[in-house]
């Protein structure tokens, strides 16, 4: 009895937490708990209901709250519940607040638990060490991940909207502030740069041709780049492996977003994971 006193406490907490996040993300919804692993929600005459189980069971192996937590945003992130607003937009009145941003791969997993449509489910392209391309349009509260639907809607292709959001953020990256260390010089050849700005989209900076080749002129034609969660890039010369590997490896444990814990190189031809 004890021990399922201890899984319904687990569960109702669970819920408690979910109702406090779903609350943060969609502030203009009436939400409430509707049982436990059971959310209501109410938008006019518009109706919610959110069921955890699922994403409970998912969030069974996890023992540090953050990564519960980051779970279950991505859980609810992917909720169609922003969806049906994008059904009456053309593309032409959110071009310029579509963006990239980089996902791990596990995210479709965590998607396909709140949506059951494979059309609704996020577009996306497979790229490097886990992690995947996604779309998403940039709005004051939130993201909204662009669904396989809007795409077939808009008559665009993935790689068609991909190039629109590379530029789109190439737009907002200029001026951006960077944290430079030991800028190589005839003296010495080590040097790292930071991507830090908190907007969201500094890992997925790493995507942008002119951004990398921007870094290259600091750091030499090839170079290598951490990006353990999504608001954080380091790039930085071969030299410094050693020591930012384990840094990297943490961070990705660690902070929200987590991405990848494995080092990428670039190199004039693109990106891959490092093999050093």
């Known amino acids: 009895m004890g021990e399922t006193s201890k ?3 687990r569960a109702e907490a669970f819920t408690d937490r979910a109702l406090e996040l779903i609350r943060d ?6 939400w409430r708990r509707a049982g436990t692993l059971q959310l209501a929600g109410q938008r006019g005459e518009e109706p919610f209901n959110v069921g955890l189980l699922n994403v409970y069971q998912a969030a069974a192996g996890q023992t540090d709250p953050d990564d519960v937590d980051a779970l279950l945003i991505d859980f609810l992130r992917a909720l169609p519940i922003d969806g049906p607003a994008l059904d009456a937009v053309d593309l032409e009145t959110v071009r310029s607040h579509i963006f990239p ?3 791990p791969a596990a995210f479709l997993q965590t998607a396909g638990i709140a949506i059951a449509e494979p059309d609704k489910q996020p577009a996306h392209r497979p790229w490097e060490a886990g992690l995947i391309v996604t779309l998403v349009l940039d709005t004051p509260n939130t993201v909204i991940y662009l669904r396989q639907s809007d795409l077939a809607r808009w008559g665009v292709e993935f790689e068609e909207l991909l190039a629109l959001a590379c530029d789109n953020l190439e737009s907002v990256s ?3 502030p960077l944290k430079m260390g030991r800028p190589p010089d005839e003296g010495t050849a080590s040097a790292f740069i ?3 700005s908190g907007d969201g989209y500094d890992a997925a900076r790493l995507l942008l041709a002119r951004q990398r080749d921007f870094l290259a002129e600091y750091l030499g034609p090839e170079y290598l780049v951490g990006i353990p ?3 954080f890039l380091v790039a930085f010369t071969f030299d410094l492996a050693e020591q930012f590997a384990p840094i990297i490896r943490q961070d990705a444990r660690q902070h929200q977003h987590p991405l990848t814990g494995q080092i990428l190189l670039v190199t004039p031809d693109g990106v891959e994971v490092w093999q050093g």
């Open 7 to 9: 899984w319904d406490a």
């Open 25 to 30: 993300l969609w502030p203009g919804i009436r």
């Open 101 to 103: 941003m980089l996902k």
């Open 174 to 176: 200029e001026g951006l």
């Open 194 to 196: 930071v991507m830090d």
């Open 229 to 231: 969660n999504r608001d």
